[in-house]
């Protein structure tokens, strides 16, 4: 059983950063492949940023590209999402969830596990 704890949500003022961590069981990164979400409200879940099961191939989407960062810390089980540049329209809940896709995914169905999720709302 995978286990993912997001934490590092929070009030930010436009063009703040934060970071968002996410904290797996043990070996879940070489098992799976981890991307972000969030969820505006009244909208669809979306993937914003992942990294594949090596850790070596990364992706974001093109309005998180320059802005958003993704990395792991293999010691400490945790994947991190460094959001830069800070926008009202990032104001969402992000969510980690874990995929058996080597190269990882965008389609949320490709994920079988996922976290309680972390609240970013982005406002001045």
């Known amino acids: 059983q995978v286990q993912l704890a997001e934490s590092g949500g929070g009030l930010v003022q436009p063009g703040g950063s934060l970071r968002l961590s996410c904290v797996a069981s043990?070996?879940?990164?070489?098992?799976?492949?981890i991307g972000w979400f969030r969820q505006a409200p009244g909208k669809e879940r979306e993937f914003v940023a992942g990294l594949n099961r090596s850790g070596a191939t990364y992706d974001y989407v093109d309005h998180a590209k320059g802005r958003f960062t993704i990395s792991m810390d293999h010691a400490k089980n945790t994947v991190y999402l460094q959001m830069n540049s800070l926008k009202p329209e990032d104001t969402a809940v992000y969510y980690c969830e874990a995929t058996t896709y080597y190269a990882g995914s965008r389609i949320l169905s490709q994920y079988s596990y996922w976290g309680q999720g972390t609240l970013v709302a982005v406002s001045s």
């Open positions: 043990e070996n879940t990164f070489s098992r799976y492949s």
